[in-house]
């Protein structure tokens, strides 16, 4: 029986040693979630919200927050204020989701008085099971207990996670916390589950309890599940959020305060050591700005150094950096990545426009503190170079102030290529709010309409149902005419809304 | 060059013929409607309200309904009270989706003022040119102006649509009806387009041009159409609903009326010669019910004959039966079909609840006026053969009435294998209203969570992007201070919302 072994990225040493799970106990956990799905589709949305509550509470009790914190370090080198602060998003993104839940505009309950008397209504139903692949880069908030765990919770849908091999003992960690606080919160048995091992993760996708597969990490690992879903006799939705280059474009106006900007662009694609799916890859710069050299300058300054969470990826960013110069791509600046373990070497290069052609490398994401400048002579060739780009989670402009003239030019150009715009804030904080979007055009994600983030993440893992004809008494509460969940519902022509 | 031939179904004989779109042109017509996009989109909800009503007002002027008709009839033989009720249907969807359009809740508009003092907001955005592949059965109402051509215009995209086969001549009449009609409302040139011909249509899912494909029709056609588009290096969504068998649960209270059931399910599964997505096509009854007979009785009694679309539906509705047979059922009664052109035999089969097992041919449809009764000796047997059923569009419920205690049962029996429950009513009938949801699991459908039917239509061709720190002026108008389109929305927990 192979076994993930976890490693300190510090040292690159191993230290702890997680043991996958065998083929029989993966069905048997996927098993034991489609039994409990009625269960939890049945519970009310108040009586989830208190679910995730509970979670919540128990990650922050001051014992537990300080050893998953711990053991996270452990396990990623992503540093203790970092951590804590992780942390506590995660518990604040279990409330929200348990906020979204009671609130109820997520089911969509929509009830019509058809002229033959007849009443049509329409509710989202939960999906059953979803599996639920975290990140490697936030291992709390995007974790086996972070938004895809939370919000399918939330809609009503037990989950099985898979430990991320990267942070497999935390993984576990988080699951025990989880598995203690929903048994004391009266959850269901079995509303969530863990299996480790690159062989269950296949077997979740393909096995016929599972409704829905929630992913997020690189393309290739993205693409992939997606591909064997698409296999299966029934085929089901992977939610695939991957990495991409997110596009920064600076208006003349904005390049007025290019050292601004310079120190901006390299405090975001550098925090987290570069680590960000929302990480600005590429800043584009009017031409006889100097922006590349005045980006070099701010990296030469901040000389940030950090480690990466595997040797893959330091190898990968290593890699990375001469596939981009092979490109056309000229490093400008590079600060040595750290003497010991797994270190990434942040990296400015500088790259000519036209350089910038679909099916170049220098298009793709290269994981890790490292990111392009190039420089555009007129709109006609910004224009043509974002018409180049593939779709991403978030683009940016930078400006000159309220009253910059090409704001909005800019911005109409980024939005049917990015999830998010974002102007003169940089891409890499996502607010898990009601309006947020975290998701964007193929192949930032495989379901373009999708959010990882926010109260929409809860549709991902429902779907709606029709009920005509349909006695009060049979209906889904939401639906009933008492509306015992009290949820907010359009009636015929009217919106029916509580307070 | 090749050409489509339409044939008038009641003799069997060619009468029109339609040239297929040269490559050359469908790349023409592909490349004018993405030059359209921008526009298309930039039109306010009432504008493209506006033209919607005018393609109503344009399908109902009398010389052009009546010549619609006809020329509808000649390649369907739907006969013209079919056809005129279609026709005022297809105009009333139009209309509909205009009421949608300008409401504007499908914007799904949401604003948060975050704690920094950012503004995120959210709304949908069109997607860009859909391509849209209308049905064999319905030639006008899910035809080239059908629900998919009336939602995608309302949601923001422009469409190019697929002249059917089946009837080539109508699709292009009916093409001929909007050009006008939108060059009358005053619609930006290309807003819609139309192509003839098989390469056309594989052309029109592999385009660069294409955002977007919407489908209704066989399985084999939507599943091919669905993984032409997951080939793509930019993957694009397909909205194929697909046929299915759609079952009827007869609750023991339910078999006290089965003569009326009977009746009911005959005329239900024999409407427009059974060429329905929605046709009942298994009547599970209580066993010792004798419903097998009872439903042959009702086949004879009501002697429904019809001619079919085209030569193929024909043949495989033969075929059907046969291999029905083959797969363990028996002809309990059969009407004959017309002596002259394409008919299909009206056929009641029997079969045992046992041999309705996952991978046999009897879970699958059988497109045309046949239909299988079978017994089930009690509840648990009944979940048993539920759970090895398709997803299906649609599934009913025949009950003793409103006090049945067994119609709750079935009810949420039948949720997670369809996006429709009916009870006491057929499915035949698909209102287009706010709550209708017409799709279902897979394979009923291939977005399971997408409905081609009702309010929620518009969702498949449009995409949420949030905007973060966007000043006001460059916001998408739904999202702006003035709220230029008044449409509802979310600011922070509240709900804003117009009268």
Known sequence: MSAAVSYDPRTGRPHEEVADTTPNEVARVLGLAAAAAPAVAQASPATRAGWLRVIADSLEEPATARALVELADRETALGDPRLTGELARTA????????????????????????????????????????????????????????????????????????HPAHPALSQSLAEVARAALARAGAPDNTFGLVAGFDAGTAMVTSRHTAAVAFTGSQRGGLALWRIACGRE???????????????????????????????????FTLGTGQYCTKPGLLLAPAGSGAAKVVGEALNAASPQG??????????????????????????????????????????????????????????????????????????????VLAELQGALAGSVMTGGPDDPDTAGAVTALVPLVGRVTVDEWPTGVAWTWAQQHGGPWPATTAPTATSVGAAALDRFTRPVAFQGVPDAALPPALQKANPWDVPRRVDTDLEFRP
Chains 1, 2 share one sequence.
């Open 92 to 163: 604040g993104q279990l409330r929200f989701y348990a906020t979204v839940a009671e609130e109820g505009s997520w089911l969509g309950a929509t009830v019509d008085h058809l002229d033959s008397g007849t009443v049509l209504a329409r509710v989202r139903a939960p999906l059953g099971p979803v599996a639920v692949f975290g990140a490697s880069n936030f291992p709390l908030a995007f974790g086996v207990l972070g938004n895809d765990t939370a919000s399918a919770l939330a809609a009503g849908c037990p989950v099985i996670a898979k430990a």
């Open 234 to 268: 029934v085929v089901i939705p992977v939610f695939a959020e991957m990495g991409t280059v997110n596009p920064v474009v600076v208006t003349p106006g904005g390049a007025q305060r290019l050292e601004d900007v310079a120190a901006g662009f390299v405090g975001s």
């Open 307 to 384: 480690w990466v969470l595997t040797e893959q990826i330091a190898h990968d960013a290593r890699a990375g950096v001469e596939a981009l110069m092979a490109a056309g791509a000229e490093v400008v600046a590079q600060i040595a990545a750290p003497g010991s373990g797994w270190g990434a070497a942040a990296t400015v290069l500088a790259v000519p426009a036209q350089r910038l052609r679909r099916g170049s490398r220098l298009l793709e994401e290269c994981f890790g503190p490292v990111a392009l400048v190039a420089e555009y002579s007129d709109e006609v060739e910004l224009a043509a």
